[in-house]
T-cell receptor
Framework: DTGVSQDPRHKITKRGQNVTFRCDPI?????LYWYRQTLGQGPEFLTY????????KSRLLSDRFSAERPKGSFSTLEIQRTEQGDSAMYLC?????????????FGPGTRLTVT | LAKTTQPISMDSYEGQEVNITCSHN???????ITWYQQFPSQGPRFIIQ???TKVTNEVASLFIPADRKSSTLSLPRVSLSDTAVYYC?????????????FGDGTTLTVKP
């Protein structure tokens, strides 16, 4: 397994357009997370899934954002009617259910630029 | 959720030992302390995790005093490639999942 992958790596879109990002976690990991990171700041939690269930959503995730993980494997994050403030790196991470480890494996991210 | 405080930046020279301290005064009984490293344009990478006392792996050591209100990440003999942002997190995998915040991290710059 080559780790967490994300597609696309870069996306440039015009304000008002919809965009969708994909994340493929490590195959045996049942937890999947989405974060957003802006320049100079740490990643901000957006949402996470355990298998196909979306268990937590941050207040940052406005109604323009939606995430799915239909079969408990890959996940998509869609942003509708993009705004310039949505420009950021969108990171996906996965982890397996272990007793103590808090180790999350991150993908390379999708950098979104809204013009 | 426990909030963490780290220095914004640190400078070091190749071959030196670097210690980055993180304060987490409100750490809960079940919380673990985890450190991540992030290079530009990459996702964070797990470095080390601990609950109390000392943990060591092939890349770093983590020192946690008895009161657990702080922790220190120790990087032995740093090289230029250790230049990165280092994040301290506290939380539990089971209860908080990804909800613990990364904060703004410590930018370590290693100079030749």
């Amino acid at each position: 397994d080559t780790g967490v992958s994300q597609d696309p790596r870069h996306k440039i879109t015009k304000r008002g357009q919809n965009v969708t990002f994909r994340c493929d976690p490590i195959s045996e990991h049942n937890r999947l997370y989405w974060y957003r990171q802006t320049l100079g700041q740490g990643p901000e939690f957006l949402t996470y899934f355990q298998n196909e269930a979306q268990l937590e959503k941050s207040r940052l995730l406005s109604d323009r954002f939606s995430a799915e993980r239909p079969k408990g494997s890959f996940s998509t994050l869609e942003i509708q009617r993009t705004e310039q403030g949505d420009s950021a790196m969108y990171l996906c991470a996965s982890s397996s259910r272990q007793d103590h480890s808090y180790e999350q494996y991150f993908g390379p991210g999708t950098r979104l630029t809204v013009t | 959720l426990a909030k963490t405080t780290q220095p914004i930046s640190m400078d070091s020279y190749e071959g030196q030992e670097v210690n980055i301290t993180c304060s987490h005064n409100n750490i809960a009984t079940n919380d673990y302390i985890t450190w991540y490293q992030q290079f530009p344009s990459q996702g964070p990478r797990f470095i080390i995790q601990g609950y109390k006392t000392k943990v060591t792996n092939e890349v770093a050591s983590l020192f946690i005093p008895a009161d657990r209100k702080s922790s220190t990440l120790s990087l032995p003999r740093v090289s230029l490639s250790d230049t990165a942002v280092y994040y301290c997190l506290v939380g539990t995998h089971l209860d908080n999942a990804g909800k613990s915040t990364f904060g703004d991290g410590t930018t370590l710059t290693v100079k030749p």
